[in-house]
């Protein structure tokens, strides 16, 4: 299927498929959003951490990871399961998958400040990008 080979196409083994899967019906977030937003954040590097501190597959940061009660940011079930659960919080609370998009990078707080997509350069890209992820996808 299109999952199964956007995520072999990027190296993805049966176990991240099964977790983004289980994550995707838990909390109704797209499996294809979910992974085009792990591509985005972390171009599926596990390890990766962020200048500003982001963690993991989905890039956590410190604080959001503890709490959505994330003891090691950088297990894969465990920042897949938090960041799907951050970003169906956000989709609910924002009512829009591009406003979700732009908390998810800049902050909620950032986004009500300026009632709508921050005018962040890096902010702007990311949504495009990632919404370029799921499209392809």
């Known amino acids: 299927d299109g999952i199964r080979d956007?995520?072999?196409s990027r190296g993805l083994g049966d176990v991240y498929k099964r977790q983004v899967k289980k994550a995707s019906t838990i909390f109704k977030v797209p499996e294809k959003l979910i992974l085009s937003v792990i591509k985005a954040e972390s171009n599926f590097n596990p390890n990766a951490v962020s200048p500003k501190g982001a963690m993991g597959l989905m890039q956590l940061m410190p604080q959001t990871?503890?709490?959505l009660g994330v003891t090691n940011a950088f297990d894969p079930v465990?920042?897949?399961m938090a960041g799907t659960k951050y970003l169906s919080n956000l989709i609910q609370n924002l009512q829009s998958i591009p406003l979700a998009l732009a908390a998810y990078n800049a902050g909620l707080g950032n986004v009500k400040k300026f009632d709508g997509i921050p005018p962040f350069k890096e902010t702007v890209q990311y949504i495009q990008k990632?919404?370029?992820y799921y499209e392809k996808a």
């Open 130 to 132: 990632v919404i370029s």
């Open 78 to 80: 465990q920042n897949i």
């Open 65 to 67: 990871a503890q709490s």
């Open 6 to 8: 956007f995520c072999l």
